[in-house]
């Protein structure tokens, strides 16, 4: 039976599947075949496969939080709001252990959406590629203005096709699936406003305004899919208390901080009750 590790993005909420990634790396618990993740839950699951404990928390409370990365003047300017290659390059640099070794023990996989189609594609990461793909992965539209180009072709943000890529997972053939999001459990996606003006910004891309109008019923239906699996798939999920306070962009410290144990203590239940079932 094959073992999958799945991360949501969500930007700043990322910080919570960090806590719970350095709990399982502390405890040394690496017991999946592959792993899977988009945006933030990409970049979390970079650090994770190469054993590299503490560095999503440096990535997101110390280089997201800075005005080189996060900057709505720079946007209303012309600019990117967030600009995720830059605080790719900057993590690289000053963190070297964020280069992805072909070698490492559990392939990751990253969910990145191909604009001409409108679907998540999930190439598998390698040394020669990740710069690219983690960019694509987080590249939110909009606040994101370019489209990163691989092999030619466009892509975008993976979390406007698949924002928890739990199916993908078990269409690899994984049958126990550890999932982890980056909302609390009962959260579901509201219905979509503002339509109108998706028209106006991706009218001319037609299979990606269709991605992302459908993003709302696409992301509950994969809730659905976590509460009801098939008959032969066993889920763990490991969600935010009600008290999780970080939303997409939050930049207050303490608040990530706070999300960051919050983390840390459910992977530490979570392996807690493990042992206590093998006892």
């Given at each position: 039976m094959k073992?999958?590790?799945?991360?949501?993005?969500?930007?700043?909420?990322?910080?919570?599947?960090?806590?719970?990634?350095?709990?399982?790396?502390?405890?040394?618990?690496?017991?999946?075949?592959?792993?899977?993740?988009?945006?933030?839950?990409?970049?979390?699951?970079?650090?994770?496969?190469?054993?590299?404990?503490?560095?999503?928390?440096?990535?997101?409370?110390?280089?997201?939080?800075?005005?080189?990365?996060?900057?709505p003047?720079?946007?209303?300017?012309?600019?990117?709001?967030?600009?995720?290659?830059?605080?790719?390059?900057?993590?690289?640099?000053?963190?070297?252990?964020?280069?992805?070794?072909?070698?490492s023990?559990?392939?990751l996989?990253?969910?990145?959406?191909?604009?001409?189609?409108?679907?998540?594609?999930?190439?598998?990461?390698?040394?020669?590629?990740?710069?690219?793909?983690?960019?694509?992965?987080?590249?939110?539209?909009?606040?994101?203005?370019?489209?990163?180009?691989?092999?030619?072709?466009?892509?975008?943000?993976?979390?406007?096709?698949?924002?928890?890529?739990?199916?993908?997972?078990?269409?690899?053939?994984?049958?126990?699936?550890?999932?982890?999001?980056?909302?609390?459990?009962?959260?579901?996606?509201?219905?979509?406003?503002?339509?109108?003006?998706?028209?106006?910004?991706?009218?001319?891309?037609?299979?990606?305004?269709?991605?992302?109008?459908?993003?709302?019923?696409?992301?509950?239906?994969?809730?659905?899919?976590?509460?009801?699996?098939?008959?032969d798939?066993?889920?763990?999920?490991?969600?935010?208390?009600?008290?999780?306070?970080?939303?997409?962009?939050?930049?207050?410290?303490?608040?990530?901080?706070?999300?960051?144990?919050?983390?840390?203590?459910?992977?530490?239940?979570?392996?807690?009750?493990?042992?206590?079932?093998?006892?």
């Amino acid at each position: 039976m094959k073992r999958a590790l799945v991360v949501e993005g969500g930007a700043m909420r990322g910080i919570f599947a960090a806590g719970v990634l350095d709990s399982f790396m502390s405890r040394e618990y690496y017991p999946f075949d592959f792993a899977v993740g988009v945006s933030a839950g990409a970049t979390n699951l970079a650090t994770y496969v190469t054993r590299s404990p503490g560095l999503s928390k440096t990535i997101i409370t110390q280089y997201a939080t800075k005005r080189e990365f996060f900057s709505p003047l720079r946007f209303i300017r012309g600019g990117h709001m967030t600009d995720v290659h830059w605080l790719w390059q900057q993590c690289k640099a000053a963190l070297p252990r964020c280069k992805m070794s072909p070698k490492s023990d559990i392939p990751l996989y990253v969910g990145v959406t191909n604009v001409e189609t409108g679907q998540c594609e999930y190439p598998r990461v390698t040394a020669d590629n990740i710069d690219q793909l983690m960019v694509a992965s987080c590249a939110i539209p909009t606040a994101y203005r370019e489209q990163p180009v691989i092999d030619g072709k466009r892509y975008t943000d993976g979390g406007v096709a698949d924002a928890i890529p739990v199916k993908q997972a078990y269409e690899m053939g994984a049958r126990d699936i550890t999932v982890i999001l980056s909302q609390p459990l009962g959260f579901s996606k509201p219905k979509l406003k503002a339509g109108w003006l998706l028209d106006k910004l991706y009218g001319a891309q037609p299979a990606l305004l269709d991605a992302l109008k459908r993003r709302p019923d696409s992301y509950n239906e994969t809730l659905a899919f976590l509460t009801n699996p098939p008959a032969d798939c066993h889920i763990q999920v490991v969600a935010p208390d009600t008290t999780f306070k970080v939303k997409r962009l939050t930049m207050d410290k303490l608040k990530l901080a706070m999300g960051y144990r919050s983390g840390k203590n459910a992977a530490r239940r979570l392996l807690a009750d493990g042992c206590q079932r093998a006892a």
